[in-house]
């Protein structure tokens, strides 16, 4: 396949869907349908610049792209973290990911599945102390705030709560989504907490919202669970996982579109739409499932003991 050919289906994987893409691309190239129609099929290649806008538009990797055609190799989308302002870096990194989401609304059956050995960051933007403290943390670890900063004196900006709260309910609306979730994700949670509270950067009042807040998301996945369902009506299934693994896994798919991503540098991640590499994430994702335990509308009973113990866990550490 020619460059100009692939260029051409990548920005139709992109899409997620033939569907309206010509009209889509008129709002970036200035072009007439006709000459997008050309471009598209083959006809008529994409001169530098136009790629270029393109491809800024749609997150493409331009060079990724060259190297995948000439090479047998894959290649991977990472957002660099800018220290020097972090937050900043932060925003926009969940900002990129909405927009990937929000393009993918147009995507017939898209589904979603992954596996987590953290919490599930949509789990926590719903909270506002927890999320706060996730961010904190963060930021305290890259050294994007004064060490001496308690969580009290740090203020989260409003265009964060914003697109966090966008994430969230993006995140919710696919057809379909998976968890394959490892054992220890709320205990290590509340270890976290305890830690900056020993730290005198968290109070003892903001330790007994957090553990309340980290209680109702435990109650929140438990009831989900139970009914296999969000409040959305989008499809949701929970695994339990009976094997340790390394990192945090997404595969997102429908027809026609594959993208996955493997969770890096704690909010971070890759990106890719190679085929071979999404191939090798289902397979993945599929090995975890096979090891771990079912507990959606499933194994009521080890359902039931696995949440009772991860309240008395965090109880006892954040006591």
Known sequence: ????????????????????????????????????????????????????????????????????????????????????????????????????????????DISLHSAFNIIPYSFIVIH???????????????????????????RTPENIRKIERQFRNETRNKKKVSFVLDRNIFAAFAKDIALFVELELVSQQEKEILKKELLDILSAVEATAITGYYSSGSEVTFYLANITFDASYTLFESEGFEMSHLRVFSINGIDSYNPEICKMCRVWLSALQDNSTLITRSDSTHRSIYFKEQRNQINKILK
């Open 1 to 108: 396949m020619n460059i100009n050919d692939l260029f051409s289906e990548t920005i139709k994987a992109a899409y997620g869907s033939e569907k309206g893409i010509s009209s889509k691309l008129s709002e970036v190239l200035p072009l007439g349908l006709d000459s997008i129609y050309r471009r598209l099929g083959g006809k008529a290649h994409f001169t530098l610049e136009e790629a270029v806008l393109v491809a800024r538009h749609l997150n493409i990797s331009l060079d990724a792209l060259y190297l995948d055609n000439v090479r047998e190799k894959a290649s991977f989308q990472v957002n660099l973290i800018d220290i020097e302002d972090p937050a900043c870096n932060y925003y926009n990194l969940l900002a990129g990911y909405v927009d990937i989401l929000t393009t993918l609304k147009d995507v017939p």
């Open 128 to 154: 506002d102390l927890t999320s706060k403290f996730h961010l904190y943390k963060w930021l305290y670890l890259v050294k994007g705030i004064d060490y001496k900063t308690t969580l009290a004196q740090y």
